[in-house]
Every structure is written in structure tokens, then in C-alpha cells.
């Protein structure tokens, strides 16, 4: 289990509402601006296996003329060599900055899209259609908006709608989440979620995060998506610094606890993280990650 990976992105990314909670408004991060470091790749690695086969999964990004994130590929290193598994292409309209859609499709199975509206620069509705992978047919569709629900909350609901031939599964609401945030210095360091599934609670999730002062390389990769519910806070977040704790806990799962450690290069961005975990029910297939950059 990769937990937490900027890879597994559709449903995936992390808010960042302020403290009073009065709009959805990460403010502008100018440092970007004159920033020419870029994120090219990272790797996953099990430094408990043999050194040469020690790698597990890697990811790499691809740019647009104008600096935009354009292509993620996912890399399965799980038979020995690099396979490309997961392919995510970025669309834009003219020169925006914030994508319209993604497209992604496996070398397995299925392709999807998804198709975003903003409110501030954050993701408050996705269209989310998959094809089927022997046809291209579409076979599924949902829709997850993320809107105020109140009392400083955001409520996060996932609805599918019903194969167009066969009219299976029937439309419903599947998840919903009613959370808030609290963002310090482009930093989420804690939330609350109460979780729904088909209209029943499910949990509530509690947690925490502490950071660094440096530069986090996934900011400018996944800021646009930070509207966008999700528990990911890991190394891979959309956050101005790096975490070096993140602490998540349920009230029927229980607590466990990520932490991480780095190395830095001189433009203060991490180029090795080093990561340990307490908790029964999370297992990960890695304990290092390495980063690679370019110049633009």
C-alpha cells in the first residue's frame, strides 16, 4: 500500500481552508514565481530488500511550454523492472493555470476523466466518467462536489449514476464528509471529518500535522487540486513546507502516526525522505523516497 501517494490523485488531494473558515482562499504563493526548480521524479524505495532491487514504485512529470504540468507517469517496479502502470495527461484552456480536466488510463483496464469546476482557484465539483478499457464504452459515471455546509464545515459528497446500458448499480450517494480545516502559512496542520457511507455514519476522523521551513516540491504540482477533499497529507500534499508529522485518528480504526525526515539540496528543497509509521492498520511498501529535479 502506497498510503498517502501524490499518484493515486483522482480521488486524492489535500484542502486548505483558513482558520475562520469564511471562503475557500489558499492565498497566492509567490515564491513560486521566480522558482525555476522543478519536481522531474520520485522514488519509492523498501530499503530492507536487496540494494538494485529495493525500488517499489516511482513517479515522473512532464511539463508544458508554459511550465504547466502536463503528463504523470506511475511506475510498477513490483516484477523487477520499470512498468509503466498509470498515465495521467493534464488539459488546459489557453493559458489558464488550473487544468480543465485529467485524463488517466492504465496499461491494465479502464481509462477515466475528470472534469473540474473551480470557486478561488479550488476543485468544488468533478465530473468523474470511466470508460471501459475493451471498448471504450463509458460503464460508470459520479459526480463529488465540495461545498460550505455551514457553521465553518465543508460537506464533500460522491454520487454515481448508473451504467447507461444495463442501469446497474442504481444512482445513490455512496460517500459523504462533513469536514473542516485550518490552515497556517499555506500549511493544513489539523481537521475533523465526520464520514458517511450510503447515508450511515461511518467514522470520525481527528488529526494533526507539523512541518518544516522548506520547500515543499509537490506545491506547485498539487495546489490547484487543494480545494479537493481527501486525506492526504503525507510528503506528497499540496502544502508550502514539508511535513514531518502527520497524526490521524479514528474512533474505530484507531491512531497511527507518520513521520518523516530529509535531506536538502541547496534551493531547500528535500531530495531524500526518510519515513517510519506507528499504527496496526496501515502497512506501507516503503521506507525512503528520493527526489529528482530539473531547471525551467
Known sequence: MRALSFGILLLSAALGISSCQKEIDPGPDNRLNSDSTY??????LDTTLPAG??????ISYEYDAQKRPSKMIEWDYSSGIAEEAYTTVYRYYGN????????????WYDSTINYFRYSNGFIVYDSLVNYDGANNAVFNESVITCLPAGNGRYLYKERFNPDPV???PPAETVDSVIFARTLVNGNVVAGVDSIWSAGVFNDKRVFQCSFDQHNNPFRRLASWYNGYF????????AHVNNP???KESFDVLGTWIYNTSYDYNTDRYPVIARVSWTGNWVQLDYNKIVMKYVKL
Open 244 to 246: 514531518v508529522m502527520f
Open 230 to 237: 481527501s486525506r492526504r497529507f503525507g510528503i506528497d500534499g
Open 96 to 107: 489558464d493555470t488550473l487544468p480543465v480536466n485529467l485524463k488517466s488510463y492504465s496499461i
Open 53 to 58: 532491487n529495493d525500488t517499489t514504485w516511482a
Open 39 to 44: 519536481l522531474s521524479k520520485f522514488f519509492y
Open 166 to 168: 444495463t442501469g446497474y
